[in-house]
């Protein structure tokens, strides 16, 4: 899965669960290593994505279309990993992204209803056909997530959503991560603490990496 040379991890999840807490500490682990780490978020991490994630995330922007919500998460993630992503891997290095292919089989395949086959379709062309070599689902329940969002101040566009819709979306994460075969789904316990899930994460990582 991916390119040969570099290794490709990523983090999903619902609101809440600790993602960017966690890849600071991840990269600043695999860095120790020895490995040379590019860290970056989807929607965003080049100046046309960044663009793209403030229309898509923006609570100005309630009246956006679902259809319009899932061709924007896509040209986002077309220009990253085309930037970005694909050349980091195949020079080598170890590539951490906040959500990406996954997340959009969640939220818009799943959640939205347009259908997981559709949303693949889409993140074969944005990707190149790259998958993640290693997929982190940092698993917390809704209403935990939500207040530590809450105490954040950090609230966007698609936080707002009702209860239901994040429950639907911790679910469909969690039938995605069983049915996996490929063995790249990881699920954490996020309800831990951040020692704790921080520990979880290298156990895994170095165990899949080899550090």
């Known amino acids: 899965m991916g ?16 993602k960017t807490t966690q890849i600071v500490r991840l990269r600043d682990s695999l860095t120790k290593a020895g490995k040379d780490v590019v860290v970056l978020r989807e929607p965003g991490g080049t100046v046309i994505s960044e663009q793209i994630r403030e229309v898509v995330l923006s609570a100005k922007n309630v009246g956006i279309a679902f259809t319009t919500e899932v061709l924007l998460f896509q040209a986002a993630r077309a220009q990253i ?3 970005i992503v694909l050349p980091s891997m195949e020079a080598g ?3 951490i992204i906040d959500r990406s292919r996954d997340s959009s089989v969640v ?5 939205r ?4 086959d559709l949303i693949e379709q889409l993140n074969d062309i944005s ?7 290693l997929t982190l689902l940092l698993d917390v329940e809704v209403e935990t997530g939500l207040k530590r969002r809450e105490s954040a ?7 707002m959503e009702a209860t239901d819709f994040h429950n639907k979306v911790r679910t469909a994460y969690l039938e995605l991560a069983k049915a996996d075969n490929s063995g790249r789904w990881q699920i954490i316990d996020a309800a831990k603490s951040i020692d704790e899930v921080e520990q979880d994460i290298w156990k895994i990582v170095s165990g899949k990496t080899g550090i």
């Open 3 to 18: 390119t040969d040379n570099g290794y490709l991890i990523t983090l999903e999840g619902g609101e809440g669960g600790g």
């Open 81 to 83: 990993y085309r930037e």
């Open 93 to 95: 290095k170890v590539v």
């Open 107 to 111: 939220y818009q395949g799943m959640v």
């Open 113 to 116: 209803g347009f259908g997981k």
């Open 127 to 133: 990707t190149k056909n790259t998958y993640p070599n």
């Open 153 to 159: 101040g950090a609230m966007n566009r698609l936080d």
